[in-house]
């Protein structure tokens, strides 16, 4: 069955940084884009950032262009996510989600068929 487990949360202090990683099993990784999502304490969940199957791509959310950078090594099945320039407004839970082709990044939750668990991310003045 498909397992999406997110890694590398923590605790920041505005203008540090992190890497999450999400390690994939139980479908053709290389074959579907893949995404990062968050979701704030009393808000919705949002989309962050996507990539192609291939790594081809990237598009990113108004809010992290520029801080946050979406990679991916398709020979160990991981999704990463660098973080820099924290923000105390990135502070949110982050999810990993897999997407339903290989080259469209989906920026709403129905363009995506399995999410994570989740790493919590907590940036502090």
């Known amino acids: 069955q498909v397992q999406l487990v997110e890694s590398g949360g923590g605790l920041a202090q505005p203008g540090g940084s992190l890497r999450l990683s999400c390690a994939a099993s139980g479908f053709t990784f290389s074959s579907y884009a893949m995404s990062w999502g968050r979701q704030a304490p009393g808000k919705g969940l949002e989309w962050v950032s996507g990539?192609?199957?291939?790594?081809?791509?990237?598009l990113y959310a108004d809010s992290v262009k520029g801080r946050f950078t979406i990679s991916r090594d398709n020979a160990k099945n991981t999704l990463f996510l660098q973080m820099n320039n924290l923000k105390p407004e990135d502070t949110a839970v982050y999810y990993c989600a897999k997407g339903k082709a290989p080259n469209k990044i989906g920026t709403i939750l129905r363009e995506h068929d399995y999410w994570g668990q989740g790493t919590q991310v907590t940036v502090f003045s």
């Open positions: 990539i192609y199957g291939d790594g081809s791509e990237t």
